[in-house]
């Protein structure tokens, strides 16, 4: 099966209803958190695309409706009873093809680590069905990981690392979270 398309595969499995439950371990302040999230993925029209690519100044892109691009909506509560909710847009431009990898740039409209529009490094694995997001924020790096095992059930792992000087090597974790995310009926 041609890479291209076992990405977008990827996607329309990760269309619709989810359910999550998140563990997170807030290294720096040793401190062990759960969370229950649930989210809606929806695809985007093409004047939504044109308008993250249009946020993030980003352009060289000629067809808009071969790029994946998606709404992300999400309620969280955490066992505090603190609760999160934010809808953002989102697409994925692919530069690279090598071997079984694909890799390129992961636009949102809005961060989450910071409101403002943002442009991200994605790879994607199509032996393990593994799209892994990597963006760097102000203090943190963010390495995002989601493995889709079937249809109905992804894994989602998060590293945040506090952001090292320019040039040197990620190594201080801030942040780890892990999750089961399973689709709604």
């Known amino acids: 099966m041609e890479l291209r398309s076992v990405f977008h595969t990827f996607f329309d499995h990760c269309v619709g209803s989810w359910?999550?439950?998140r563990t997170y371990h807030y290294l720096t302040q040793n401190e062990v958190?759960?969370?229950?999230?649930?989210?809606?993925v929806s695809p985007i029209t093409s004047e939504i695309k044109t308008k993250v690519l249009s946020d993030n100044a980003y352009s060289d892109v000629?067809?808009?409706?071969a790029l994946p691009g998606?709404?992300?909506?999400?309620?969280?509560v955490s066992e505090k009873g603190e609760k999160v909710s934010q809808s953002l847009n989102l697409l994925f431009v692919t530069h690279t093809?090598?071997?079984?990898?694909?890799?390129?740039?992961?636009?949102?409209?809005?961060?989450?680590?910071?409101?403002?529009p943002i442009i991200s490094h994605f790879r994607f694995d199509t032996n393990t069905n593994e799209l892994l997001m990597?963006?760097?924020?102000?203090?943190?790096?963010?390495?995002?990981?989601?493995?889709?095992?079937?249809?109905?059930?992804?894994?989602?792992?998060?590293?945040?690392?506090?952001r090292p000087p320019t040039g040197q090597p990620l190594e201080t974790l801030g942040l780890?979270?892990?999750g089961v995310e399973q689709k709604g009926a």
């Open 70 to 76: 998606f709404r992300l909506a999400f309620n969280t």
């Open 134 to 162: 990597t963006t760097n924020y102000t203090r943190v790096v963010s390495v995002d990981s989601i493995t889709l095992i079937n249809p109905q059930t992804r894994i989602r792992r998060i590293l945040n690392y506090l």
């Open 19 to 21: 359910s999550t439950e």
């Open 62 to 65: 000629k067809d808009l409706d």
């Open 33 to 40: 958190e759960r969370s229950h999230t649930d989210f809606q």
């Open 97 to 116: 093809e090598t071997g079984h990898i694909l890799e390129g740039d992961y636009l949102r409209d809005r961060a989450y680590e910071e409101a403002r």
């Open 176 to 178: 780890v979270g892990f």
